[in-house]
C-alpha cells in the first residue's frame, strides 16, 4: 500500500497560473479531504468528498476547485492563483463507518506563488 | 473564541523530563479527540485517540475533561525523538466528519 501520494512536492506559480494538485490513494477510502497550513497556523478544511461523484465546502472555499470522478482521486485545482495561496496543502483519506476518524494524510504540496 | 486552542510552545525540556500539554474546545458538541503528532515539514499522523475515561498508549497518557472542554496529553521521559509539533484534534459527528485543528504546541526535548 502507497497510501496516500501527492504530486508535485514542490511548485512556484505566477500570479493568474492555474494548476492542479494531484491526490490519490489506494486504500478504498470513500471520505477524502484537502487542507491547507500556513506557517505556524493550524491545517484549514478546503474541500471534502464522501464518496464518488460527492464533494462539498470546507471551511476556505474561496480560490479552489475540486472533482471526485474515482474513488481513488481527489484532484485540487487551483484557477488564478494569488499570493495568499502560498502555503503547504495536504490530502488526506479515512475510511468510512463509526469510529474510523483516523485520517491518513499525504506527505503535502509546498506552493509558492510570487 | 477559536474553536481549538492550544499554547504554541516552545516547550523546552531536558530528555527524560514530563511535559504536559492542553487544548480547549469551544463546542460542547464535539464529539471526538485526537492528538496528531507532526514532524517538520511533515504530515500530521495519529498519536492517539482520548476517551472519556482517559488511555495511556506507553509513555503518552491522554485525558479528556467534557465539563470544562478541554484535553490533554503527558508526556513521560521525554526523548529527544518526542520533539515535533502536537496537534489537538476536535470531530464534530456529521458532515463529513470533519476534523478541525488546534494550531499545534511544539516541543524540544533538548539533552
Known amino acids: 500500500n502507497a497510501g496516500v501520494t501527492q504530486t508535485p512536492k514542490f511548485r512556484i506559480l505566477k500570479i493568474g497560473q492555474s494548476m492542479t494538485l494531484q491526490c490519490t490513494q489506494d486504500?478504498?477510502?470513500?471520505?477524502m479531504y484537502w487542507y491547507r497550513q500556513d506557517p505556524g497556523m493550524g491545517l484549514k478544511l478546503i474541500y471534502y468528498?464522501?464518496?464518488?461523484?460527492?464533494?462539498d465546502k470546507g471551511e476556505v472555499p474561496n480560490g479552489y476547485n475540486v472533482s471526485r470522478s474515482t474513488t481513488e482521486d481527489f484532484p485540487l485545482r487551483l484557477e488564478l492563483a494569488a499570493p495568499s495561496q502560498t502555503s503547504v496543502y495536504f490530502c488526506?483519506?479515512?475510511?468510512?463507518?463509526?469510529?474510523?476518524?483516523?485520517?491518513?494524510f499525504g506527505p503535502g504540496t509546498r506552493l509558492t506563488v510570487t | 473564541r477559536k474553536e481549538v486552542e492550544q499554547d504554541p510552545g516552545p516547550f523546552n525540556v531536558p530528555e527524560g523530563a514530563t511535559v504536559a500539554f492542553n487544548c480547549t474546545y469551544s463546542?460542547?458538541?464535539?464529539?471526538?479527540f485526537f492528538w496528531y503528532r507532526q514532524d517538520c515539514r511533515k504530515e500530521p499522523k495519529l498519536l492517539m485517540s482520548?476517551?472519556?475515561s482517559g488511555n495511556e498508549d506507553g509513555r503518552f497518557t491522554a485525558q479528556l475533561n467534557r465539563a470544562s472542554q478541554y484535553i490533554s496529553l503527558l508526556i513521560r521521559d521525554s526523548k529527544l525523538s518526542d520533539s515535533a509539533t502536537y496537534l489537538c484534534?476536535?470531530?464534530?459527528?456529521?458532515?463529513?466528519?470533519?476534523?478541525?485543528f488546534g494550531t499545534g504546541t511544539q516541543l524540544k526535548v533538548e539533552l
Open positions: 488526506a483519506s479515512r475510511r468510512t463507518g463509526e469510529g474510523f476518524y483516523e485520517q491518513y
Open positions: 486504500m478504498n477510502h470513500n471520505y
Open positions: 468528498s464522501v464518496g464518488a461523484g460527492i464533494t
Open positions: 463546542n460542547s458538541a464535539s464529539q471526538s
Open positions: 482520548v476517551y472519556s
Open positions: 484534534v476536535v470531530i464534530l459527528t456529521g458532515g463529513g466528519n470533519k476534523l478541525t
